[in-house]
């Protein structure tokens, strides 16, 4: 095999050595560094924007905290002035209903003296029909009528309610 | 028709058999290089930080061997990036290109991967000792194991640190010429079946993919085990 021939083994290490050096130095002036910097600045830009997301993150949560404080006091307010109107409308309805009230003892006095009036006026023409009826039927049946007091006391008697 | 080895043949272009004679090989290194280098020069042309295909397959090989450090080495490994890169590019176009049918395979040639694998041992070794000093001989005997062990383990890890450069040249050399032999033998019967030279021709297709598998295979071993090496010599397992 021409691989153990030896012949060309001093060559072939010499031109291994001169190659291997040149192609060193040609990767590391010039192909790694370009191949390095561009990852390099890649790897930057990918920080940056994490980094940059990662502020706006804050901002938002910022702004979602604030908007979220402003509700909490507007539903707050809110609350305080629905318990204000409701205070109002239960005092405003409070005072409505003792007017109401009043104004109906006074409506409902005036109407039971009224009726109280017609009832006693009632009794007594029911008397004094009792008394005339009494006096006749007595004078027809005994022949004498009895005075008007006696016949008032038995009248008065008679009408009074039982008990 | 022409011997499966004679692809191997080192031809003289100029100088005849004087040691710096400029020969096949001699070419194919250079192209070799400079192909590496212009293919990385040309990807990386546009600077993109989104890549081009082209780009990425640039940083791809820069990754995989910055990788390949970090995990393999570990801590002060990140010096020898340049070093390990420029083997690994050198083995793998040397490799690949020759798949080129009536290229020379440089890394065929068991003088050129006992060289490299030699400069490895060799650099690996130093790194030990002057990481670690004389303790670097602590390599050879394995931490913890009772003492009378020491008349069988240091002769083995000796050998088998001693047998590292063998090792991983044979590996290499054996890989490329077996795989160049066995397509040479099999297109040889292309033309002697005549019409049924059809069926060598079919199995070429894969076995030629195949090949190429092992070219960027036996690259990334060769490379990945002087990442090994030079992981021992700076940590001692």
Same mark, same amino acid.
């Not at chain 2, 546009?46 to 890549?51: D, E, I, Q, T």
């Not at chain 2, 080129?100 to 040639?109: Q, R």
């Given at each position: 095999m021409p691989q153990f021939d030896p012949t060309y083994f001093v060559s072939q290490l010499v031109w291994l050595a001169v190659v291997l050096v040149a192609f060193y130095f040609l990767l590391t002036r010039i192909a790694l560094p370009r191949i390095g910097e561009v990852i390099e600045a890649r790897t930057n830009q990918i920080a940056g924007d994490l980094e940059r997301a990662r502020s706006l993150k804050a901002q938002t949560e910022d702004v979602v905290a604030a908007y979220e404080a402003s509700l909490a006091e507007a539903r707050r307010e809110a609350g305080s002035i629905m318990a204000a109107a409701q205070a109002d409308i239960s005092r405003k309805a409070a005072e409505r209903e003792a007017a109401f009230a009043k104004d109906l003892a006074i409506k409902v006095g005036a109407a039971e003296r009224r009726i109280a009036a017609a009832r006693d006026e009632v009794e007594a023409q029911v008397r004094d029909i009792a008394i005339g009826a009494a006096r006749d039927v007595t004078g027809k049946l005994v022949g004498t009528e009895p005075d008007a007091a006696t016949i008032g006391r038995a009248v008065d008697q008679a009408l009074r309610p039982a008990g | 028709m022409a011997s499966p080895i004679e692809q191997f043949e080192i031809v003289p !272009? #100029?100088?005849?058999? *004087?040691? #710096?004679a400029i020969t096949n090989s001699t070419v194919w290194m250079v192209i070799a290089a400079t192909t590496a280098t212009a293919l990385l020069v040309f990807a990386m042309r546009?600077?993109? !930080? #989104?890549?081009t295909r082209m780009q990425s397959l640039a940083e791809i090989f820069y990754e995989v061997i910055a990788n390949m450090i970090r995990e393999n080495v570990g801590s002060g490994g990140r010096k020898y990036f340049p070093y390990i890169f420029t083997l690994f590019m050198f083995i793998l176009f040397c490799n690949v290109l020759g798949m080129?049918?009536? *290229?020379?395979? #440089?890394? *065929?040639?068991i003088i050129v991967t006992f060289a490299m694998a030699a400069v490895v041992f060799i650099v690996v070794t130093v790194i030990g000792f002057m990481t670690h000093? !004389?303790?670097?001989?602590?390599?050879?005997f394995p931490h913890g194991a009772p003492l009378w062990t020491a008349v069988i383990l240091v002769p083995v890890e000796l050998i088998s640190y001693l047998s590292r450069p063998v090792s991983l040249s044979v590996r290499l050399f054996a890989n490329m010429t077996v795989g160049h032999v066995l397509l040479k033998v099999i297109a040889g019967f292309v033309p002697l079946l005549g019409i049924f030279g059809i069926l060598p021709f079919a199995f070429l297709i894969p076995l030629t993919i195949l090949e190429i598998f092992i070219a960027v295979l036996q690259a990334y071993i060769f490379t990945i085990l002087s990442c090994v090496y030079l992981h021992d010599a700076l940590h001692m397992h």
């Open positions: - | !272009l #100029v100088g005849g058999d *004087s040691i #710096v546009g600077r993109a !930080l #989104v890549p080129i049918p009536g *290229s020379m395979t #440089v890394t *065929s040639h000093g !004389l303790g670097y001989f602590r390599m050879f």
